[in-house]
T-cell receptor
Framework: NAGVMQNPRHLVRRRGQEARLRCSPM?????VYWYRQLPEEGLKFMVY????????ESGMPKERFSAEFPKEGPSILRIQQVVRGDSAAYFC????????????FGPGTRLLVL | DQQVKQNSPSLSVQEGRISILNCDYT??????FLWYKKYPAEGPTFLIS?????DKNEDGRFTVFLNKSAKHLSLHIVPSQPGDSAVYFC?????????????FGTGTRLTIIP
């Protein structure tokens, strides 16, 4: 049973470009969470999605960031017009349902904005 | 507003001894707590969890204690092994509304001395 998959593992973008981060949850998991870890900090919640629905995006910056989890395919975190402050590790986690279920994390995508 | 706090950024413990990692929280709505272990350039790995209806949960060498009145939890690792050297994150969630986004502490770097 494969774990949570994220790609790419490393992504380099110049300021103003777009970054697309992908997350495939564990088999049988329909709940996806995205977190961001800035250098020397803990992980911060960004967005919670179920298939075709955004449940909670309270941790997402108001501009340039969007997320989706389509009926088919991976969840996508999209960052438009990246700035240097977007450089961070972005982690995706999945769980099978709500109700004190453990979230299992992917290896992360490390975004570097030049 | 740091709702989950890990006040010790680092901890060194002799191999074979007990490692005790501490975590404090301020949000009384949190009802589920988890510990994750993280190696550099990898995603967090789930270790152990505890629901607020319990005060102790044990899994092999790992035991988590929860003191609700003090809003404090701790992770005990005994005996400590070199492979336990990693950053440990405490996380909490409030599942009352079916949204189990995790709030993380800033982590404690554990070093096991051979």
């Amino acid at each position: 049973n494969a774990g949570v998959m994220q790609n790419p593992r490393h992504l380099v973008r110049r300021r103003g470009q777009e970054a697309r981060l992908r997350c495939s949850p564990m088999k049988g998991h329909s709940h996806v969470y995205w977190y961001r870890q800035l250098p020397e900090e803990g992980l911060k919640f960004m967005v919670y999605l179920q298939k075709e629905n955004i449940i909670d995006e309270s941790g997402m910056p108001k501009e340039r960031f969007s997320a989706e989890f389509p009926k088919e395919g991976p969840s996508i975190l999209r960052i438009q017009q990246v700035v240097r402050g977007d450089s961070a590790a972005y982690f995706c986690a999945s769980s099978p349902r709500t109700g004190h279920e453990t979230q299992y994390f992917g290896p992360g995508t490390r975004l570097l904005v030049l | 507003d740091q709702q989950v706090k890990q006040n010790s950024p680092s901890l060194s413990v002799q191999e074979g001894r007990i490692s005790i990692l501490n975590c404090d929280y301020t949000n009384s709505m949190f009802d589920y707590f988890l510990w994750y272990k993280k190696y550099p350039a990898e995603g967090p790995t789930f270790l152990i969890s505890i629901s607020s209806i319990k005060d102790k949960n044990e899994d092999g060498r790992f035991t988590v204690f929860l003191n609700k009145s003090a809003k404090h939890l701790s992770l005990h690792i005994v005996p400590s092994q070199p492979g336990d050297s990693a950053v440990y994150f405490c996380a909490a969630s409030d599942a009352n509304f079916g949204n189990e986004k995790l709030t993380f502490g800033t982590g404690t770097r554990l070093t096991i001395i051979p």
